[in-house]
């Protein structure tokens, strides 16, 4: 019989699905010294244009404030304050002419010739100024084919005053409505238009004032911001390499962070120099400018008043009321009361023996007061004060001619206004003019010198910055490159 053996069997092992790897931390490996030098120079690098694209804006917008002031509004509002003068001295130099014979009246036509060539001056230079389009273009077309129908009505005016007997002293009543009818062409559509043109551009330099004049602060601030992030790498590149290379000061590092502070001031301290200066040009030279000019305006327009006074006896009233409202707008109604106006001439004499300083300043009306509050440069003061002197004996010569013409002496009372001699009416008015003259001129230099002076703090720093930069990274990696040399090897 055959012995079954039974079958050895391998023993079972269970099968153990095999468990997930356990998750390990793998900590990142430091940047070794020389990649992370390297990526230090990238850094410095986007941080160094940083600097310069921000202070390219902010010295950008600070330029383009400088231009708008000093060359495309300041120059425009100035050339409309003079047509609209000399649109009324056109006009005075007119009713000269009509109230005037013989040598009087050649004298007149001759000044009204020489009145016609100043304003197309005046246009040609608005004209060719033209920053803002119609809110200028307008105006000043209104004025060249206003003053054209002007001198038309005065031609006619004058060609019938030329055909009569030239020695009798009244005018043909054609003559004076032709008269008429310019004064009101002046007085309702040219000084008008005068004063559209200078809004045009007084509104744009007011508002680009205002807006630069609150971004002083402001813009240095950003400057120096711009620039810390360039600064603080470096200093944190400097504490890098002394812990990790033991060497307690890089030359290249500290050059390039002495540079970054260096270009970083010098263009702070710049951009506010430019700053003062636009501040002079625009508060203290041409907010005089503009006063006088204006006063200027309104003088002349006020001279042709008392002209047309005389002239146009029918309207004696409404020029006589005209005349002494402009004449207030210059200093204030009380300058026409004999006695309040020597009182006033005296203030402002004690004033002016103070070269127009004083601790407490005396309150003075007007846009004559307005200059006198405003000196600033050396001259200033005395054409102020001879502003107020003369304006005082013309009122005085004033009153006189009003007087004879009350009398019934009207020929006497003509002369007077006419007469260039001293005592007379347009020499009184002439030497007022002069002191108005004397001041625009010292502030009209203090302007254009303050703009050269802001734009020249200006011209080099966008450079200075990019330049400044650039040396301050090639610095830094001249410091470094012996480090990065030393890993090499």
């Given at each position: 019989?055959?012995?079954?053996h039974?079958i ?19 900590a ?13 120079l ?12 921000v202070g390219?804006?902010?010295?950008s917008a ?9 060359h ?14 000399h ?11 009509g ?9 007149a ?7 016609q060539?100043?304003l ?29 129908r002007?001198a038309?009505l ?19 009543d ?22 559209a ?11 680009t004032?205002?807006a ?6 402001t ?16 200093a ?50 041409f ?15 006020a ?6 006074f ?43 023996s ?28 005395a ?18 001619i009003?007087?004879l ?38 502030n ?18 966008t ?5 400044g ?5 090639l ?15």
């Amino acid at each position: 019989m055959s012995v079954t053996h039974p079958i050895a069997r391998s023993p079972v092992v269970p099968i153990v699905p095999p468990s997930a790897p356990s998750p390990v931390k793998l900590a990142r490996a430091p940047l070794s010294t020389p990649r992370l030098l390297q990526a230090s120079l990238a850094g410095l690098a986007l941080t160094v244009l940083l600097f310069w694209i921000v202070g390219a804006m902010v010295i950008s917008a600070s330029k383009q404030g400088v231009q708008t002031i000093g060359h495309d509004t300041a120059p425009s509002v100035v050339a409309a304050q003079a047509i609209r003068a000399h649109l009324a001295n056109l006009d005075a130099s007119a009713a000269n002419a009509g109230l005037t014979r013989g040598p009087a009246q050649a004298q007149a036509w001759k000044d009204y010739a020489a009145e016609q060539a100043l304003l197309s001056d005046y246009l040609v230079s608005a004209a060719q100024n033209i920053t803002y389009g119609d809110a200028e273009r307008k105006p000043i077309l209104a004025i060249a084919t206003g003053v054209q129908r002007y001198a038309d009505l005065i031609g006619q005016a004058r060609a019938l005053m030329e055909s009569i007997d030239l020695k009798q002293s009244a005018i043909p009543d054609a003559a004076l409505a032709l008269f008429r009818r310019a004064n009101a062409l002046t007085n309702n559509e040219l000084l008008p238009a005068a004063a559209a043109l200078n809004d045009a551009n007084e509104s744009v330099l007011n508002a680009t004032w205002d807006a630069r004049k609150s971004t002083f602060t402001t813009t240095r601030v950003w400057l120096f911001a711009s620039a810390l992030p360039a600064l603080i790498l470096l200093a944190w590149l400097q504490w890098t390499l002394l812990a990790r290379t033991n060497r307690l000061l890089n030359p290249g590092v500290l050059g390039a962070t002495i540079l970054m502070v260096v270009v970083a001031l010098w263009t702070a301290i710049d951009l506010g120099a430019s700053n003062t200066a636009l501040t002079s040009a625009k508060q203290d030279a041409f907010d005089s400018v503009r006063a006088i000019w204006k006063s200027r305006a309104v003088a002349y327009s006020a001279n042709a008043d008392e002209s047309y006074f005389l002239l146009d006896g029918a309207n004696k009233l409404n020029y006589g009321l005209s005349f002494r409202k402009k004449i207030a707008e210059l200093t204030d109604d009380a300058f026409f009361d004999k006695a309040e106006r020597q009182r006033i001439l005296a203030d402002v004499a004690r004033f002016r023996s103070r070269n127009c300083v004083a601790d407490n300043r005396p309150q003075y009306d007007g846009l004559l007061g307005a200059e006198l509050m405003n000196v600033t440069f050396d001259g200033e003061c005395a054409g102020a004060a001879a502003a107020y002197t003369t304006l005082g004996t013309y009122l005085d010569i004033d009153a006189r001619i009003r007087a004879l013409d009350a009398s019934g002496q009207r020929d006497a009372a003509i002369a007077l206004n006419v007469g260039i001699k001293p005592g007379e009416s347009n020499y009184a008015f002439d030497a007022f003019d002069k002191a108005l003259g004397k001041i625009i001129d010292i502030n009209q230099t203090a302007f254009d010198a303050a703009i050269v002076s802001a734009e020249s703090d200006l011209a080099p720093l966008t450079w200075i910055i990019g330049i400044g930069g650039l040396l301050a990274l090639l610095l830094a990696f001249v410091g470094l490159r012996p480090r990065l040399n030393e890993y090499r090897t």
